[in-house]
């Protein structure tokens, strides 16, 4: 992951256990009131968990449909409606099968990133570290034991960058 030289306070950097779906659906609620744009993203190995985040997150932020997995498309859009009247874009990325970050440029990546108010979350963003601009928010999934019967658990490290922080994102509130 990405390393941006932040000072680990509770309004910046967030550690959290999440011991089943529900506490995975309980994040993405919490991420969901954040005013994000800019992008985020989310690192983990194969099946940390990081789609099913993704899925909660878009239907916490008001997305009623199916919400398909990006991996073999790269990319898929979301125009999501505001209680204000206003439509959220948002992007979900998988950018796993990506063979050269010049691939994202063939399909007109950098128009999402450049989208204002546009939320764009991205994951296996390491293949295209790079190419892409720093992200507002770094999310890390790791597979952790929960108990001593071996059940699996995810810790979850969230960390607001520079540029979250001069968009005024505070974590400190969150909690599993």
Do not use: C
């Amino acid at each position: 992951m990405h390393n941006d030289q932040s000072i680990e306070n509770s309004d910046i950097v967030q550690t959290l256990i999440l011991n089943s779906e529900q506490d995975t659906q309980s994040l993405a609620e919490q991420l969901a009131t954040l005013p994000l744009t800019g992008s985020v993203w989310l690192a983990g190995d194969l099946g940390a968990g990081k789609t099913t985040l993704t899925r909660y997150w878009l239907h916490a932020l008001g997305h009623t449909g199916a919400v398909k997995s990006p991996t073999y498309t790269l990319v898929e859009p979301y125009s999501i409606e505001q209680n204000n009247g206003t439509t959220k874009p948002v992007y979900h990325a998988d950018l796993y099968r990506l063979q050269d970050p010049e691939e994202l440029s063939f399909i007109g990546f950098d128009e999402y990133l450049d989208e204002p108010e546009a939320l764009v979350i991205i994951e296996w963003a390491s293949r295209a570290d790079g190419y892409l601009p720093m992200p507002t928010l770094f999310i890390d999934i790791t597979q952790v034991e929960s108990d001593d019967k071996g059940n699996e658990a995810r810790q979850v490290q969230l960390r607001v960058s520079k540029a979250g922080q001069a968009q005024g994102l505070d974590l400190s509130k969150f909690n599993i």
